[in-house]
């Protein structure tokens, strides 16, 4: 084991979180450090590059890419965005990794960066106010503050299949990709129809022999809309539009320049709601999602009219009736909306194609894997040459009880949380001092565009960090009473709406077997949000204890 090297402030992980993190910690002039498990910044775009630029349409391509679109998918900082211009409305994990090379050109960001560091374990030592953290090859940092930048979606995750050691044929997950694999010619399988598994469906189903795609629900996906964007045009956004784009995301439940309709369904005649549909339709993204009626996802009666909206509009793509009632079922798989709808340009097309196959694995499992392929448990063997899983993350709370976090009890984390999790603010935990997180438990998350989430908690935590050391307080911790207080908000806001009527869903942790069903993510919006995190602030902090440096 190596001496300690001490610092202020470390931060586990080097996405937009922990490079935001990084360089304003900087700027109070604290001595910080980042410990990132990659080889490179750009943290979940380190590891989602699925698959391979073989594919275009109108020169577009399907592969990794986000669904927020670019102005709002950066940092707000105008030394950067005044001179960065991403091509595509909504970039590829290429672009945003040039955009990570783009920040490190500008502030020298690697130099504060530990790479191929997986943490291992973080423990507080209450005599000395300190955490201990130590990597997996042994060495050892120590700093008065931890600042975990894992991100939602770090962990991936594969379900236990019986044969899969058998299977003699390429495996790969989604989020370990590598650099280069040719699909020509052969016989792919992917289990999984979530926003991964759609990506890679579109891009792959043109180059291989035969695709076989194994879906438990259906994706009530939305058109992407993707565009080019020309140099001129984004010039004029960023003299006219771009500081107010910036102002307006912390203004809106999801972060981005528009927002959820206050009307209820019932408010509005049924010209209305279609016209309304409509507009949201043809702008594509996420629009009809997080921009349309608030009450969708309180009242059962106006979702299943969003439903029956989106029904209409895909079955219309797709010619066979027996497609049809798989895809896009008569009868809803969930709430619509419920679940983070993904973003998509020829997806249900894909299945008309001769060399598509989608089975349907609540009626026929998936038994076992075997050395040629997969069989289901009608007896059918698909014979594969790449099994593909698309079977997402233990989102949410993975990375951060992946570490062996130990407090001021000595219980880690994960021991806390098994049966569910509490936290305060959706920022900090009970027993565990000058902790904090972004992006995780209890905070927008997923609901939310991610840089505008991670810009508004990061700068409290900084706020946090720069009053204590101003006011000589050592350490903060959330008080027990508030952070059930607040986790019981959190739940009564998730039990309130539809979101509980979804199985298998990350929102819930349900998509993980034996993971507490909850909700998982502050439901009530960003400005809901940064108004209870402000509030706490003002009054000094209320519902932390502070204590004062000796």
Request: glycine share 8%; hydrophobic share 40%.
């Given at each position: 084991?190596?001496?300690?090297?001490?610092?202020?402030?470390l931060?586990?992980g080097?996405?937009?979180?922990?490079?935001?993190?990084?360089?304003?910690i900087?700027?109070?002039?604290?001595?910080?450090k980042?410990?990132?498990?990659?080889e490179?910044?750009?943290?979940?775009?380190?590891?989602?590059?699925?698959?391979?630029a073989?594919?275009f349409i109108?020169?577009?391509?399907f592969g990794a890419r986000?669904?927020?679109?670019?102005?709002?998918?950066?940092?707000?900082?105008?030394?950067?965005?005044?001179?960065?211009?991403?091509?595509?409305?909504?970039?590829?994990?290429?672009?945003?990794?040039?955009?990570?090379?783009?920040?490190?050109?500008?502030?020298?960001?690697?130099?504060d960066?530990v790479?191929?560091?997986?943490?291992?374990?973080a423990?507080?030592?209450d005599?000395?106010?300190?955490?201990?953290?130590?990597t997996?090859?042994?060495?050892v940092?120590?700093?008065?503050?931890?600042?975990l930048?894992t991100?939602?979606?770090?962990?991936?995750?594969i379900?236990?299949?019986k044969?899969?050691?058998?299977?003699?044929?390429?495996v790969y997950?989604s989020?370990?990709w590598?650099e280069?694999?040719?699909?020509?010619?052969?016989?792919?399988?992917?289990?999984?129809?979530g926003a991964?598994?759609i990506?890679?469906?579109?891009?792959?189903?043109?180059h291989v022999?035969h695709?076989?795609?194994?879906?438990?629900?259906?994706?009530?996906?939305l058109?992407?809309?993707?565009?080019?964007?020309?140099?001129?045009?984004?010039?004029?956004?960023?003299?006219?539009?771009?500081?107010?784009?910036?102002?307006r995301?912390g203004?809106?439940?999801?972060?981005?320049?528009?927002?959820?309709?206050?009307?209820s369904?019932?408010?509005?005649t049924?010209?209305?709601?279609?016209?309304?549909?409509?507009?949201?339709?043809?702008?594509?993204?996420?629009?009809?999602?997080?921009?349309?009626?608030?009450?969708?996802?309180?009242?059962q009666e106006?979702?299943d009219?969003a439903?029956?909206?989106?029904?209409e509009?895909?079955?219309?793509?797709?010619?066979d009736?027996?497609?049809?009632?798989?895809?896009?079922p008569?009868?809803?798989?969930?709430p619509w909306?419920?679940?983070?709808?993904?973003?998509e340009?020829?997806?249900?097309?894909?299945y008309?194609?001769?060399?598509?196959?989608?089975?349907d694995?609540?009626?026929?499992?998936?038994?076992e894997?075997?050395?040629n392929?997969?069989?289901?448990?009608?007896?059918t063997?698909?014979?594969?040459?790449?099994?593909?899983?698309a079977?997402?993350?233990?989102?949410?709370?993975?990375?951060i009880?992946s570490?062996?976090?130990?407090?001021?009890?000595g219980?880690?984390?994960?021991?806390?949380?098994?049966?569910?999790?509490?936290?305060?603010?959706?920022?900090?935990s009970?027993?565990?001092p000058?902790?904090?997180?972004?992006?995780?438990?209890?905070?927008?998350?997923?609901?939310?565009n991610g840089?505008?989430?991670?810009?508004m908690?990061?700068?409290w935590?900084?706020?946090?960090?720069?009053?204590?050391?101003?006011n000589?307080?050592?350490s903060i911790?959330?008080i027990?009473e508030a952070?059930?207080?607040?986790?019981?908000?959190?739940?009564?806001?998730?039990?309130?709406?539809?979101?509980?009527?979804?199985?298998?869903?990350?929102?819930?942790?349900?998509?993980?077997?034996?993971?507490?069903?909850q909700?998982?993510?502050f439901?009530?919006?960003?400005?809901?949000y940064?108004?209870?995190c402000?509030?706490?602030a003002?009054?000094?902090y209320?519902?932390?204890?502070?204590?004062?440096s000796?």
């Amino acid at each position: 084991m190596s001496e300690p090297h001490d610092y202020d402030v470390l931060i586990v992980g080097a996405g937009f979180a922990g490079v935001h993190q990084l360089l304003n910690i900087r700027k109070l002039g604290l001595t910080v450090k980042v410990l990132e498990i990659g080889e490179d910044l750009a943290g979940t775009w380190l590891w989602n590059r699925y698959p391979g630029a073989e594919f275009f349409i109108h020169r577009l391509q399907f592969g990794a890419r986000v669904d927020s679109p670019s102005p709002f998918y950066q940092f707000s900082d105008p030394e950067l965005w005044q001179d960065w211009t991403y091509t595509e409305k909504y970039p590829d994990w290429r672009e945003i990794q040039a955009y990570f090379r783009y920040v490190n050109d500008k502030f020298d960001v690697k130099r504060d960066v530990v790479f191929h560091s997986r943490v291992a374990s973080a423990h507080w030592n209450d005599l000395v106010d300190r955490w201990t953290v130590t990597t997996e090859d042994g060495r050892v940092f120590r700093a008065q503050f931890l600042s975990l930048c894992t991100g939602i979606g770090s962990k991936h995750h594969i379900p236990i299949f019986k044969g899969i050691d058998t299977f003699q044929g390429d495996v790969y997950h989604s989020a370990r990709w590598p650099e280069k694999y040719d699909f020509k010619d052969k016989r792919a399988g992917i289990i999984g129809t979530g926003a991964t598994a759609i990506q890679i469906i579109q891009e792959i189903a043109p180059h291989v022999a035969h695709l076989t795609v194994f879906q438990r629900t259906p994706n009530l996906a939305l058109p992407i809309r993707q565009q080019s964007i020309s140099a001129e045009a984004e010039e004029k956004l960023k003299k006219d539009l771009y500081p107010v784009f910036f102002r307006r995301r912390g203004q809106t439940f999801s972060g981005f320049d528009y927002d959820i309709d206050p009307k209820s369904v019932p408010d509005t005649t049924p010209e209305e709601r279609l016209l309304a549909f409509e507009e949201k339709w043809e702008k594509g993204g996420l629009h009809f999602w997080v921009g349309s009626y608030a009450d969708l996802f309180m009242n059962q009666e106006a979702n299943d009219e969003a439903y029956a909206f989106w029904r209409e509009k895909v079955r219309e793509r797709i010619p066979d009736p027996e497609l049809q009632e798989k895809l896009a079922p008569m009868q809803a798989p969930h709430p619509w909306g419920v679940r983070r709808p993904s973003l998509e340009q020829r997806y249900f097309e894909v299945y008309s194609q001769p060399n598509v196959t989608l089975v349907d694995v609540n009626k026929a499992a998936i038994e076992e894997i075997v050395p040629n392929g997969l069989r289901t448990s009608d007896g059918t063997v698909h014979e594969l040459d790449i099994l593909v899983f698309a079977t997402g993350f233990d989102m949410i709370t993975g990375g951060i009880t992946s570490i062996d976090i130990r407090g001021q009890d000595g219980l880690s984390i994960k021991e806390k949380w098994a049966n569910g999790v509490k936290s305060y603010l959706g920022l900090a935990s009970a027993t565990y001092p000058n902790m904090f997180w972004i992006y995780g438990p209890q905070s927008p998350a997923g609901l939310s565009n991610g840089p505008s989430s991670i810009e508004m908690t990061s700068e409290w935590i900084i706020n946090c960090i720069n009053y204590l050391k101003q006011n000589k307080f050592s350490s903060i911790v959330p008080i027990e009473e508030a952070q059930l207080a607040y986790s019981e908000h959190v739940d009564q806001l998730g039990a309130a709406a539809l979101w509980f009527k979804a199985k298998n869903s990350w929102y819930m942790g349900s998509n993980i077997e034996g993971k507490k069903v909850q909700m998982l993510q502050f439901p009530g919006g960003l400005p809901a949000y940064a108004k209870l995190c402000n509030d706490s602030a003002t009054d000094s902090y209320d519902g932390f204890h502070l204590k004062c440096s000796i």
